[in-house]
């Protein structure tokens, strides 16, 4: 099994439906982080946690909301999904000990909101 | 401007040549990564860099602290080489990524 898990791997929803993106890891890592990847655009940093009652905003967490659940599971929520929220999403994890720090990255999950 | 600027954004190399990929970042950082995306999207860490000089295998990757530059190399270069490499640096003002757009490397047999 993968270090960091992501599910579903493809979506397809319809403009304003609400979407759950999962991530589990089986690192031990304390921090998660949600990525979001467009064409010609670095990936930005959507949410990120140090541990499970710490959640923070990223630069473009707008329209997006987190949970996490436990140590090892970090949900991405999209509310109500729009067209410009198409893009490739990553979780992430680093062990938050030590500088600098190691990162793992899930597969990755492609959202297509139509 | 970014604050991680890569270069060249695209490369297409023949088998066999050495390829140099480039990263210039303006923030003060307690790390560098580099990161290799293949076609299908999964990312997978190469290095992690706060000073000198790393190999792997065929890759090297370097930084130089001062300068606020690094650079990827590969050598005797592969179809298989072909991916998205990406740049990304740990501020050190906080415990966060910020990334470069990407280099394509596109190697033809």
């Known amino acids: 099994d993968a270090d960091v898990t992501q599910t579903p791997r493809n979506r397809i929803t319809k403009t304003g439906k609400r979407i759950m993106l999962e991530c589990s890891q089986t690192k031990g890592h304390d921090r998660m982080y949600w990525y979001r990847q467009d064409p010609g655009l670095g990936l930005r940093l959507i949410y990120y946690s140090f541990d499970v009652k710490d959640i923070n905003k990223g630069e473009i967490s707008d329209g997006y909301s987190v949970s996490r659940q436990a140590q090892a599971k970090f949900s991405l929520s999209l509310e109500s999904a729009i067209p410009n929220q198409t893009a490739l999403y990553f979780c992430?994890?680093?062990?938050?000990?030590?500088?600098?720090?190691?990162?793992?990255f899930g597969s990755g999950t492609r959202l297509t909101v139509v | 401007k970014n604050e991680v600027e890569q270069s060249p954004q695209n490369l297409t190399a023949q088998e066999g040549e050495f390829i140099t990929i480039n990263c210039s970042y303006s923030v003060g950082i307690s790390a560098l990564h580099w990161l290799q995306q293949h076609p299908g999207g999964g990312i997978v860490s190469l290095f992690m860099l706060s000073s000198g000089k790393k190999k792997h295998g065929r890759l090297i990757a370097t930084i130089n602290i001062q300068e606020k530059h690094s650079s990827l190399h590969i050598t005797a270069s592969h179809p298989r080489d072909s991916a998205v490499y990406i740049c990304a640096v740990e501020e050190t003002s906080g415990s966060r990524l910020t990334f470069g757009e990407g280099t394509q490397l596109t190697v033809n047999p």
């Open positions: 992430a994890t680093s062990d938050g000990t030590g500088v600098p720090k190691g990162y793992t």
